[in-house]
């Protein structure tokens, strides 16, 4: 019997914390948070207020310097709602100016 690798096992995908693009190392980072009420379906109801950060200015900029920049849906116990995080892969020295553009509170 010929020992195999795991059919689950895949390549590496951009999901990990670290990702190299041109030469250049991507880490993944939180950019924008915001909470919802508990709905029936919080992808659909995230929507709109995600579309609304993409044209702000702080979301056109991750849109341009961040690779994959997704949205990720938590449940929030302590308001029985959900939390939307969004990330993106950015560069240490993006990130910098990110955060001297809109520091953390």
Aim: charged share 25%; net charge negative; glycine share 4%.
């Amino acid at each position: 019997m010929a020992i195999t690798e795991p059919k689950w096992k895949t390549e590496p995908k951009i999901e990990h914390k670290h990702h190299v693009h041109n030469g250049q190392v991507y880490t993944r980072r939180h950019v924008h948070q915001f909470r919802m009420a508990d709905v029936e379906d919080p992808e659909l109801y995230a929507a709109f207020p995600i579309s609304e950060w993409q044209t702000t200015e702080m979301g056109t900029w991750v849109m341009k310097h961040g690779l994959d920049p997704t949205f990720h849906t938590s449940v929030d116990h302590t308001s029985y709602g959900y939390t939307i995080n969004i990330t993106a892969h950015i560069t240490d020295k993006r990130w910098t100016e990110f955060l001297l553009r809109w520091p953390v509170p």
